[in-house]
């Protein structure tokens, strides 16, 4: 069975230091792997995917992520976070011929000034 | 512009009611999500469709009832056999075969 762990329940971060917010998935396929953000009372807007290709994936909003399969890994960064970054992102797993996707328990990123 | 609505946005309902809650998607996609979110639990998903009129349970059906009689609308009805239906709910549509996911608003659902 697929999963994600996120193992950071809430991180701090300040205005225009860099972040990463760690993803780890357990699939025994090829995964297709995704970044979503979820402002408070909003529905999930997708940041990035990776499918296959080049390992480091550019989304919107200036993120980026890695996908590392010796890790079993698929961080999201930023190199300089914004107050507007504040939310809650979900990690989630999916792969080609399955339509279910697994999601992560989320990370809630706080921006201090 | 193409996306998913949900409707409506607040419910409020009384213990032993059912209750239907609306999605509408226009991006001509054929899979359709229903997902329950609580806090710290992340996203479960309750019942998913790859086709008029076909649906399947997902990991948290009971107490749910879903249809699909066009592609566009995927209502969900939390019936009262749901022991503890206060949650935010949220759907999503995809192409299917494992390919991204679009979010609705989602419908913020509490029981009096």
């Known amino acids: 069975a697929q999963s994600v762990t996120q193992p950071d329940i809430h991180i701090t971060v300040s205005e225009g230091a860099s972040l990463e917010l760690r993803c780890n998935y357990s699939?025994?396929?090829?995964?297709?792997l995704f970044w979503y953000v979820q402002s408070p009372g909003q529905g999930l807007q997708l940041l990035l995917k990776?499918?296959?290709?080049?390992?480091l994936v550019q989304g919107i909003k200036g993120f980026e992520a890695e996908f590392k399969r010796s890790q079993s890994s698929f961080n999201l960064r930023k190199p300089s976070v914004h107050w507007s970054d504040a939310a809650e992102y979900f990690c989630?797993?999916?792969?080609?011929?399955?339509?279910?996707?697994?999601f992560g328990t989320g990370t809630r990123l706080t921006i201090i000034p | 512009d193409g996306g998913i609505t949900q409707s409506p946005k607040y419910l409020f309902r009384k213990e032993g009611q059912n209750v239907t809650l609306s999605c509408e998607q226009n991006?001509?996609?054929?899979?359709m999500y229903w997902y329950r979110q609580d806090p710290g639990q992340g996203l479960r998903l309750i019942y998913y469709s790859q086709i008029v009129n076909d649906f399947q349970k997902g990991d948290i059906a009971e107490g749910y009832s879903v249809s699909r009689e066009k592609k566009e609308s995927f209502p969900l009805t939390v019936t009262s056999a749901q022991k503890n239906p206060t949650a935010f709910y949220l759907c999503?549509?995809?192409?299917?075969?494992?390919?991204?996911?679009?979010f609705g608003p989602g419908t913020r659902l509490t029981v009096l």
């Open positions: 991006l001509n996609h054929d899979a």
């Open positions: 999503a549509s995809s192409i299917p075969d494992g390919d991204t996911q679009y």
């Open positions: 699939y025994g396929a090829t995964p297709y």
């Open positions: 990776y499918f296959s290709g080049d390992t």
């Open positions: 989630a797993v999916g792969a080609l011929g399955n339509e279910k996707l697994t």
